[in-house]
């Protein structure tokens, strides 16, 4: 995985983002869990997420909340308007 300096923040960052919009929606709880499965042992520490993403707005945490629990080291970015964690 390559990684580059996210503008001045000093924050390392994936060059490629896991962006997760239809989690919650069109994949289900289970397929998101391997999807962010395989982006974790790609080197993805970078996660695009919003409260609008899912099948209805403020239910895609049934995909994306799997993230929390297969990180076992704190996220270095997730993108969810200035959200940093």
């Given at each position: 995985?390559?990684?580059?300096?996210?503008g001045?923040?000093?924050v390392t960052?994936?060059?490629?983002?896991?962006?997760?919009?239809?989690?919650?929606?069109?994949?289900?709880?289970?397929?998101?869990?391997?999807?962010i499965?395989?982006?974790?042992?790609?080197?993805i520490?970078?996660v695009?997420?919003?409260?609008v993403?899912?099948?209805?707005?403020?239910?895609?945490?049934?995909?994306?909340?799997a993230?929390?629990?297969l990180?076992?080291k704190?996220c270095?970015?997730?993108?969810?308007?200035?959200?940093?964690?």
């Amino acid at each position: 995985m390559k990684y580059t300096t996210l503008g001045r923040t000093g924050v390392t960052v994936s060059r490629l983002c896991l962006g997760c919009m239809n989690f919650g929606g069109r994949t289900n709880a289970a397929n998101a869990t391997q999807i962010i499965d395989r982006a974790l042992d790609a080197g993805i520490n970078f996660v695009d997420t919003a409260n609008v993403y899912g099948h209805e707005p403020g239910n895609y945490h049934e995909g994306v909340g799997a993230v929390s629990k297969l990180w076992g080291k704190p996220c270095s970015l997730a993108a969810s308007g200035r959200r940093w964690c």
